[in-house]
């Protein structure tokens, strides 16, 4: 990471932290634990947005072509600015190939930052108000603007209790937290954030798993895509990629990397009472369960219960888990 100039320390404007701790800090190693963030949108091109990133955080525009700029040297290491060329190889998305010129606006904008701190999770928060200085869209300004932000938290270590609890505490939250985010309409048609397969929660419910190798093992009679809200391919891949390789066929590029892959969360960016922070807590409230063993078996429990029923509805379910989160004192701000 490039250390930031005496410029840019005169011109940084001290704001209250909103981005409340994760309930374990540390990797495995005792590093502070690191987290991504990806954000799209539309209206900004390429280079504007990029121009932008170097004007608040220092450093250097580089064109790249084929639509995509680097921010390289900027107080947080290189930024990433591209259209969404995952987009481009879709087979299933007709209207692409009118051509990505033609239809800007439809196809967003991505803004992928490198690792960061908590802290500089903080500070690059302050790329939302500059976005919407230069007219950045989000995904309710539009009927077909399904945009999104991913959120990349570095996880403790691949087999370490609380990451093996996590992926069943999100198991246990994802409809709750589809309701509080009300994801977009558009985002949920389209094939990027698909609810995880139930017969995958009730496994989770239902079994402990000591290694994330039997867990794989598990998900992939599930799951054999990276189009689902919480994208546990990459974690997976890095983790035992001898393994992945034989248990997944999967087509689009999976790049390894020791982090959940948070993809639910809409882009609000041209909200102005929205920031980062709302995607940070609704991944936060994840973690805070997956750290309270007596929160993460009732729900489990009640999973089993609510799964059995002849009759199930997504209203029960989010009142029983309003219910839990409340009686054990475990609910985040979101």
Not at 21 to 38: H, K, T, V, W, Y
Not at 130 to 137: E, N, P, Q
Request: glycine letters at 6%.
């Amino acid at each position: 990471m490039t250390p930031t100039s005496h410029k840019h320390r005169c011109n940084m404007i001290p704001t209250k932290p909103t981005f409340a701790a994760l309930p374990f800090e540390l990797n495995s190693d005792g590093d502070q634990r690191l987290c991504g963030i990806e954000i799209e949108f539309a209206g900004p091109t390429e280079m504007e947005t990029g121009n932008l990133i170097a004007q608040e955080f220092g450093g250097t525009v580089v064109d790249g072509g084929d639509h995509s700029v680097t921010v390289t040297d900027t107080r947080f290491g290189d930024i990433e600015v591209e259209l969404d060329i995952s987009l481009r190889k879709r087979e299933d998305l007709p209207f692409l190939k009118e051509g990505l010129d033609a239809m800007r606006g439809l196809i967003p904008v991505e803004v992928v930052t490198p690792p960061l701190s908590r802290a500089q999770l903080e500070e690059f928060n302050s790329i939302c108000d500059g976005l919407r200085r230069i007219g950045a869209m989000g995904s309710r300004s539009g009927v077909l603007l399904g945009f999104g932000v991913h959120v990349n938290p570095e996880v403790v270590s691949p087999d370490h209790r609380f990451t093996l609890d996590t992926i069943t505490a999100y198991a246990m939250l994802e409809t709750w937290l589809r309701q509080k985010e009300q994801v977009d309409t558009t985002r949920r048609v389209m094939p990027f954030i698909d609810a995880w397969p139930k017969d995958l929660i009730s496994d989770l419910a239902k079994n402990d798993y000591d290694s994330l190798a039997d867990l794989m093992r598990m998900a992939s009679r599930h799951i054999q895509s990276r189009n689902l809200s919480l994208d546990l391919l990459p974690l997976f891949k890095h983790a035992e990629p001898d393994l992945f390789a034989e248990l997944f066929d999967i087509h689009d590029k999976t790049a390894a990397r020791p982090t959940f892959h948070f993809r639910l969360p809409d882009s609000r960016i041209d909200e102005a009472d929205w920031s980062l922070r709302q995607p940070w807590q609704l991944w936060r409230q994840v973690e805070l369960v997956a750290a309270n063993e007596h929160l993460l078996a009732a729900l489990r429990d009640a999973w089993r219960t609510h799964d059995a029923a002849w009759f199930e509805r997504k209203s029960v379910w989010i009142k029983t888990i309003d219910a839990l989160l409340q009686d054990h004192d475990v609910k985040a701000e979101v």
